[in-house]
Nanobody, 115 residues
Framework: QVHIVESGGGVVQAGESLVLSCVVS????????IGWYRQAPGKQRELVAT???????KYGDFVAGRFKISRDEGSNTATLRIENLKFDDTAVYYC?????????WGQGTQVTVSS
């Protein structure tokens, strides 16, 4: 059974940077993508970035270069670096694994951007 744990969230000041980590444990089946999504209060969950097993990254339309996703295959860890945090980045950030066996989500990590 796959288990996903996110970490790295917290309260940060606008303009600072933050690194979120997603560790996937358990069997990963075949071709897979690990992605970061976020959900702000009162809004729908939206794609931030995904990265494939082979390192191909895709980003959500709003990203505008401030977000960078990376992946360490050996440790099944996907990292999301966010630069120049803005108030609108306040959200719960979720990690998602899609592989040959299914679709799994983590519990999320809260990011709050303060002044």
């Amino acid at each position: 059974q796959v288990h996903i744990v996110e970490s790295g969230g917290g309260v940060v000041q606008a303009g600072e940077s933050l690194v979120l980590s997603c560790v996937v444990s358990g069997p990963i089946v075949g071709y897979n993508d690990i992605g970061w999504y976020r959900q702000a209060p009162g809004k729908q969950r939206e794609l931030v970035a995904t990265i494939s097993k082979f390192g191909t990254a895709k980003y959500g339309d709003f990203v505008a270069g401030r977000f960078k996703i990376s992946r360490d295959e050996g440790s099944n860890t996907a990292t999301l670096r966010i630069e120049n945090l803005k108030f609108d980045d306040t959200a719960v950030y979720y990690c998602r694994l899609i592989d040959g066996a299914g679709d799994n989500w983590g519990q999320g990590t809260q990011v709050t951007v303060s002044s």
